[in-house]
Each structure stands twice: as structure tokens, then as C-alpha cells.
């Protein structure tokens, strides 16, 4: 990286975590307790991490069924009765500085950064009704620095706007390389019923049961290199659930992508347990898109198994395009004795291309630009690896292959906690693969640039 990169680097880091520190100080300040109230307001310091993997791996693991969040806070539950309401207020400061070096000879190193301030409110208002606001601000700076950045960012906003149905996303300044929006990334309300429970409103929808890829997802799917992703952007919907005995349930959701609701998805899914093992079966239309398919996630002598299918069919898209394709997903996890963990997935991508020379036929696809589908090729391998070295030092490496044309990358992390409220993460992916001939592609990941990254991240 140049020197010039490097000042930059310094400069964006300092100014955001003395803004960040001034900030949790004043924060300090504000009367939160826990007394009792009409409004009760609980802030605690046990932070919680959710399911069976930390750092890196909670990172690239799909939101749960519910759609809570990968960090959380634990919070009083509100007593069964009308007079009783609670309110949880959480949050956190994140920034991310990039930098991205691309593959053609002449291209210079670029700096990005990406800063986002989240306020979490979620309260009852008796034991069947509960509600959730996020409230979000972000700046990116240097938002247009490469065409790939976004998929490791998670900068969505830079590029296009969010296929919503609720004017629910502001700009705040958009000018030369800056911008500043804010947003409610969740606004909902949840009734829980005898019968069903149903959510209205902005929310997270997951149905994807892979770790890297989840071609079930039919709402919003994470990139598989994306570097956060403790929450998954929500989408305007109806959520219904409705339980069948104690290990049965189907799901039914409408989910409206445009103002006048000529853009929409439609989704059933329906799950069941067999001994140790979640099987069910999805189907939806999504935009012109009929998909429909299959998905298990189980355990057999502590190792994980899961595996998801999906056939799309699609009579309106480009003509240069594949209409009927089947995409899937197999993965198997571990945790071994001496603390290390591995995961190991593979990917068909029905839609990609078996010939790198006509990867550029796909650029143009909407698949690609509303996040569907994020890679070229047809099969890949991908896997993460774990170790903690420390109770404050973790290490992960991640890696991605395109088992056609021989490219992928690799990304080693290094997490290290500050405090309970607090972390930093340092690192890189580390792409290899033939670079372009001329203006033919000649591998995937070749395309893609080094990418070194810094991440501060405060809760509170």
C-alpha cells in the first residue's frame, strides 16, 4: 500500500474513533436504568453471542428463522400483563476502512470507509405484542472506489437503493465520493397469537440453511466475502407462522419490493424434525421467478450437516440468460477437541457459466445487481477455519474456489476483544487467478482486488 493510502488510512481511523469514544461517554450519561417505571429501560453488560460459532464464522453464518441479531443484549422480560411494558435499548458504532488494491497493472491503491450508527429499540406492550425500531445512520467515504467493493462492504446503499415498499430511506448529503443516509432498517410489530405468530412490517427473513451461499433466501442474501454481517437488511413483509405440534411449522410471506406493489415476493415454507435433523420444503415467486426446493440442517456425532436445493424458473428474463437453472448448497462443520473449528460447503450455481470467456455475459444481469446471485461460475468449494488463541485473540482464515477455472481467494482474520463492549478486526482477502486478456475474462477471482480492512466495533 502507498504511503499516501496509509495517511489516509490514519486519518479516517483516528477521526472516527475519537467521534466513537465522544460519543459512548456522552451515552454514559443518559438516565437508563433499571428501576421501575412505566417504561423500563434496561442496558446490561453481558453480551451474548448466538448459536455455535464466535468471531469470523457467527459473521458468515444466516440470521436465525426469528431474524434476531448474531450480538445481542439480554434484557428483563416484561411480565404477562397489560400494565407492564419494557423497553430495550441497544446499539452499536461501526467502522470499516478498506483498502483495494486492483489487479490491472496501472490502477492505483484506493481507500474507502464505511461508518454506521445503529439505535436498537424493542419493547412489549403485553405478553402477545412486541415491537422493534432500528434506526440507522451510515456514511461512506470514497463510496464509488471499485465495482467489487460493495460485495465486500455490504454497501448496497452507493450503488442502488433498497427494493422496499415503506419510503423508509433517507439521504442526508450525497457529494463527490461522500455520502450520508439514514435509515429504519426495522420497523415491525409482532403479534404472538394462539395460533400463529405474525409479524408486520420491516424485518429480517432468513431461509437459507447453508453458512456461505444460501440460494433458499428468496428476500436478501449476504455475499459470501461480505466482512459484517451481524444483520441482515430488512424487507417490507408479512410474516405469518404457524405451528404443528412442537417440532412443525409452516411460514407464509408477502413481501411488497416496490411502492405500488407491482414488485413483490411470495413465500411458503414448511418444516418438520426427524430425530436429529430440521427437513422441510420451500417454494415462492419472486420476481418473475418461480423457485421451489428442498433443505435439511442436522447433527450426527457433533458434526453438523446441512444441505439446501432450489429449481428457478423464469419465462420473462433476458434472452441471453439461463431461465431454468437449479442451484444447491451441502456443507458439514466440525468442532474438534483441541478448540479448532472447520466448516467445509460446496456450491452449484445453475445460473454461472461453465466457460470464463463468457462470465462478462452475465455483468448486465439483475441477478447480480439486487445481490441474488454473486458469482460466475458453476461449482465452487469454499471453507473456514478457526482457532482461538487467546480469551481475546481470535483467528480465522476463510477461503473461496472456482473449481472450473482454478481462481479464488483466501482471508485471514485476526479479532481481538477490547473490552466487553468493544473489538477490532484486522484483515485481507487475497485473491489468485488469471487477470483479463485484453477485455476477456480469463477467471473470476482475478477480477476481483486485494482488499486489506480495519474494523472497529463498539456496542452499547
Do not use: C
Amino acid at each position: 500500500m502507498s504511503v499516501a493510502a496509509e495517511i489516509l488510512f490514519t486519518k479516517t481511523l483516528f477521526k472516527q474513533t475519537l467521534f466513537h469514544l465522544i460519543m459512548l461517554n456522552l451515552l454514559s450519561f443518559l438516565p437508563f436504568s433499571g428501576t421501575e417505571a412505566w417504561a423500563i429501560v434496561n442496558l446490561r453488560d453481558d453480551l451474548e453471542l448466538e448459536d455455535f460459532v464466535q468471531s469470523q464464522s457467527v459473521l458468515r453464518t444466516p440470521q436465525s428463522q426469528d431474524a434476531q441479531p448474531a450480538v445481542q443484549r439480554t434484557t428483563v422480560q416484561p411480565e404477562n400483563t397489560w400494565n407492564s411494558i419494557s423497553v430495550r435499548a441497544t446499539g452499536y458504532v461501526k467502522t470499516l476502512a478498506l483498502g483495494l488494491d486492483a489487479p490491472a497493472p496501472d490502477s492505483p491503491i484506493r481507500a474507502m470507509d464505511f461508518t454506521r450508527a445503529r439505535l436498537m429499540l424493542e419493547g412489549d406492550i403485553s405478553s402477545w405484542i412486541r415491537w422493534t425500531v432500528h434506526y440507522e445512520h451510515f456514511g461512506v467515504i470514497n463510496a464509488n472506489s471499485g465495482s467489487n467493493a460493495n460485495l465486500f462492504s455490504g454497501d448496497r446503499s452507493s450503488q442502488t437503493q433498497r427494493a422496499s415498499l415503506l419510503p423508509l430511506d433517507w439521504t442526508v448529503k450525497h457529494s463527490g465520493s461522500f455520502l450520508w443516509r439514514h435509515e429504519l432498517d426495522r420497523l415491525n410489530v409482532h403479534f404472538r397469537l394462539p395460533a400463529a405468530d405474525i409479524v408486520v412490517g420491516r424485518q429480517a427473513i432468513s431461509w437459507g440453511v447453508g453458512r456461505l451461499w444460501t440460494p433458499a433466501d428468496l428476500f436478501v442474501s449476504f455475499s459470501p466475502v461480505e466482512i459484517d454481517q451481524d444483520f441482515k437488511p430488512g424487507v417490507d413483509a408479512v410474516h405469518m407462522k404457524f405451528p404443528f405440534g412442537n417440532f412443525s411449522q409452516i411460514e407464509v410471506v408477502y413481501a411488497a419490493l416496490e411502492e405500488d406493489f407491482r414488485t413483490h415476493t411470495l413465500g411458503l415454507r414448511g418444516q418438520t424434525s426427524i430425530q436429529d435433523f430440521d427437513v422441510g420444503l420451500m417454494a415462492g415467486k419472486s420476481y418473475r421467478d418461480f423457485v421451489i426446493g428442498p433443505f435439511f440442517d442436522g447433527e450426527v456425532r457433533g458434526a453438523g450437516i446441512r444441505a439446501e436445493f432450489t429449481l428457478t424458473q423464469n419465462t420473462a428474463g433476458r434472452l441471453d440468460e439461463r431461465r431454468t437453472f437449479v442451484r444447491g448448497v451441502s456443507s458439514v462443520d466440525y468442532r474438534f477437541a483441541n478448540g479448532v473449528y472447520g466448516l467445509l460447503e460446496y456450491y452449484y450455481n445453475g445460473f454461472g457459466k461453465t466457460d470464463a470467456a463468457s462470465y462478462s455475459r452475465l455483468f448486465p444481469s439483475q441477478r447480480l445487481t439486487r445481490g441474488e446471485i454473486f458469482n460466475l461460475g458453476r461449482h465452487y468449494l469454499g471453507a473456514i477455519f478457526e482457532y482461538e488463541f487467546h480469551p481475546l485473540v481470535q483467528g480465522s482464515l476463510f477461503s473461496q474456489w472456482n473449481m472450473l477455472d482454478h481462481s479464488g481467494l483466501v482471508g485471514p482474520l485476526l479479532s481481538v476483544s477490547l473490552s466487553d463492549e468493544a473489538d477490532v478486526r484486522l484483515g485481507t482477502y487475497l485473491p489468485w487467478g488469471a487477470d483479463l486478456n485484453g477485455v476477456q475474462t480469463r477467471s473470476e477471482f482475478g477480477l476481483y482486488p486485494y482488499i486489506y480492512y480495519l474494523q472497529l466495533r463498539l456496542y452499547f
